[in-house]
């Protein structure tokens, strides 16, 4: 198995000054930072140092990662293969997939690399591109929600305008719109990474680099970076959380209204697996933020951490699949078994 492949030293050069060129820091910050790319490498704790428990961790690992990336191409595939699904609905749940996968593609393939060779170190420029791929795609997930909320808002509230306003044209906009605020957000980030320096105590209490964990090993004044990280997390998390609030009491206020308890019961059972999508990614995201504010104790930390980063893409196509997908996916396997 190799190690994903990351930007090279000279490449994270030029990403420094294009950066810096958009967002100045001081000239220091720059020549820290690229004499970091080579040298510095930070040590991933990881779950457990038994040896005996490392074999059970590498199967665990390679089964959730496995079951996320298949689940979720299956997803795309019946998508693509059944007209029918041809719709908002399930033009959102394929970005959906697809970003699960890149999401999961970014952490476990190191971590098996890291089991496997029995080594936990972590470079530099790989640190980074960890932290920055997975900014961007749990940012990206957020804003994927919500989208798939509204959509829900203006198929149950207004049914007769929902081919209207629900256009291939909003639909297309929506996903360009999040991932352009998830990119750039990502790249800020990393900017701000960017300009500490760290020493020699580079011990990551987790199976991945994190952001918050980075910065916590930082050797001068963090402040800057601890508050843009809470305040563009606490806007770029809540506002999609509001918003997806908002649509399910408005739609929640219309089926009540519904005469028809067939009508409830559909509409009921149309929102039930985004429902069930939503409560375990921001439930398992807060659990992460709250256990690393409340506890010191690293296995805890570690343990919130996956089930953030590798549960929810995981879960997520069966939860879709046994609701709403029976029939495409049954199509699909039969047409692959012909």
């Known amino acids: 198995m190799q190690t994903p492949s990351f930007p090279n030293k000279e490449l994270c050069a030029s990403v420094i000054y294009l950066l810096t060129s958009i967002f100045p820091i001081s000239l220091s910050n720059i020549t820290e930072s690229e004499n970091q790319v080579g040298t510095v490498e930070f040590l991933l704790l990881g779950l457990s140092d038994d040896p005996d428990l490392q074999t059970l961790l590498f199967g665990l690992f390679l089964f959730m990662y496995l079951v996320t990336v298949l689940g979720n191409l299956l997803i795309i595939m019946a998508i693509s293969s059944d007209s029918h699904l041809h719709i908002p609905m399930y033009f959102f749940l394929c970005n959906l997939s697809f970003n699960d996968i890149c999401f999961i593609y970014t952490t476990v393939p190191k971590i098996l690399v890291n089991i496997q060779r029995q080594n936990k170190t972590i470079s530099y420029t790989d640190c980074l591109s960890q932290v920055c791929f997975g900014v961007g795609f749990a940012g990206l997930e957020n804003f994927l929600l919500a989208a798939m909320a509204y959509d829900h808002y203006v198929a149950i509230c207004h049914p007769l305008r929902y081919s209207v306003i629900m256009n291939l044209h909003l639909c297309v906009l929506l996903i360009l719109l999040s991932l352009t605020i998830s990119v750039l957000y990502a790249l800020l980030q990393s900017l701000m990474l960017l300009r500490l320096f760290f020493c020699t105590d ?57 005469p028809s308890a067939g009508r409830k019961s559909k509409a009921f059972s149309t929102c039930g697996s985004h429902l069930s999508v939503v409560s375990l990614f921001f439930g398992t995201g807060f659990g992460v933020y709250i256990s690393s504010a409340v506890t010191d104790l690293s296995r805890n930390s570690a343990i919130a951490s996956v089930m953030y980063s590798v549960v929810p893409p995981m879960l997520n196509p069966l939860i879709y699949s046994l609701r709403n997908m029976k029939k495409a996916l049954m199509k699909l396997i039969q047409m692959c078994t012909l």
Do not use: R
């Open 202 to 258: 580079l011990e990551i209490p987790h199976l991945f680099c994190e952001l918050v964990q980075v910065i916590k090993l930082a050797c001068f004044d963090t402040l800057l970076n601890n508050i843009l990280f809470y305040v563009m997390t606490s806007i770029l998390g809540g506002l999609p959380l509001l918003g997806i609030v908002f649509s399910y009491i408005k739609i929640v206020s219309s089926i009540l209204q519904m």
